[in-house]
């Protein structure tokens, strides 16, 4: 099965000028909004999948940390209420 990254309309609206721009800037080539939201849509296929699967790792991460945190201050807190 394959998923492909998507963007809100307003996101994608946002993205266009700041790809041309880049374009523009960078390579010396004025581009169209055709151009440019071709250029967003291949990476949002080709790299899009990579940056999700990272955020996924980062924040599963992230949650295991915040969870083995609370495990310690739990236990920390029963061995003084035993006292």
């Known amino acids: 099965m394959k998923s492909r ?3 809100s309309k307003e ?8 790809i041309r721009t ?6 010396e080539e004025e581009i169209g909004d ?3 939201t071709l250029l967003l ?7 899009g999948p990579a ?3 990272k955020a996924v790792r980062d924040c599963n991460a992230y ?10 201050e739990l236990l920390q807190d029963e061995r003084r209420k035993g006292k």
Do not use: H
């Open 34 to 36: 055709l151009k440019a």
């Open 51 to 53: 940056l999700y699967n």
């Open 5 to 7: 990254a998507t963007l």
């Open 22 to 27: 880049y374009v523009g800037d960078n390579f």
């Open 41 to 47: 849509d291949f990476m949002l296929e080709r790299i």
């Open 11 to 18: 996101k994608r609206d946002e993205l266009i000028p700041e």
């Open 63 to 72: 949650l295991q940390d915040r969870l083995l945190d609370m495990e310690g």
